[in-house]
């Protein structure tokens, strides 16, 4: 079945330490998000890309860095520079048109 | 920037009535789409339902429509014969039709929805 994967599903890390999130989708779509979501503020857009070597930033992009060598694969890593990391992260993608986005299961990220 | 508002933080219905849930946005562009995603405690993000701004007409999904007010910047959720599985988070979202914006999308900041039996 076609769908986007998101792993680890939980994630702990200790303040100070790099970690990345993983994202693979196999629709083959072209763009991909990550969303960052934290209690009573709904979803925050932190980046995107729309094709293969290709992203922009979103709305809180600051401490977070991507990739998107492959058009499965959209890797998000939570730099030490990011100052309040612990958050639940969403991957989401989507065809070309007016397709709707679909998102992965999500990864909860702990950082103490 | 686009800005999404759901008014709501809370709301509960008895099982088998019905519940609007509010949502309001700014926009200065004329085509654009709305959705209404359900995050049940999984915490899975599912369509429950779409509307294209250039479409007059209210979308309809099963025990699910949309009371769409362009002009208002209006666009409620109606759940009908509410279910106990219908106990979830619902976010609105607004999605411009410009490509060049990158198709994100703008989120409020959601509405928890209880059911009660």
């Known amino acids: 079945d076609g769908g986007i994967t998101q792993s680890p599903k939980y994630l702990f890390r200790k303040e100070g330490q790099n970690v990345t999130l993983s994202c693979e989708q196999n629709l083959n779509h072209d763009a991909m998000y990550w969303y960052r979501q934290d209690p009573g503020q709904g979803l925050r857009l932190i980046y995107y890309?729309?094709?293969?070597?290709?992203?922009q930033k979103g709305d809180i992009a600051e401490g977070y860095s991507v990739s998107r060598e492959k058009k499965e694969s959209f890797p998000l890593t939570v730099t030490s520079a990011q100052k309040n990391p612990t958050a639940f992260y969403l991957c989401?993608?989507?065809?070309?048109?007016?397709?709707?986005?679909?998102f992965g299961n999500g990864t909860r990220l702990t950082v103490t | 920037a686009q800005t999404v508002t759901q008014s709501q933080p809370e709301m509960s219905v008895q099982e088998a009535e019905t519940v609007t849930l509010s949502c309001t946005y700014d926009?200065?562009?004329?085509?654009?789409?709305l959705f209404w995603y359900k995050q049940p405690p999984s915490r899975q993000m599912i369509l429950v339902i779409r509307q294209e701004a250039y479409k007059q007409q209210n979308a309809t999904e099963n025990r699910f429509s949309v009371n769409f007010q362009k002009a208002a910047k209006s666009f409620s959720l109606k759940i009908s014969d509410s279910q106990l599985g219908d106990a979830a988070m619902y976010f609105c979202a607004y999605r411009s039709a410009i490509r060049e914006y990158g198709n994100k999308l703008v989120f409020g900041a959601g509405t928890i929805l209880r059911v009660k039996s």
């Open positions: 926009t200065s562009e004329s085509d654009y789409y």
């Open positions: 989401a993608s989507k065809n070309r048109g007016s397709s709707p986005l679909h």
């Open positions: 890309s729309q094709i293969v070597n290709d992203f």
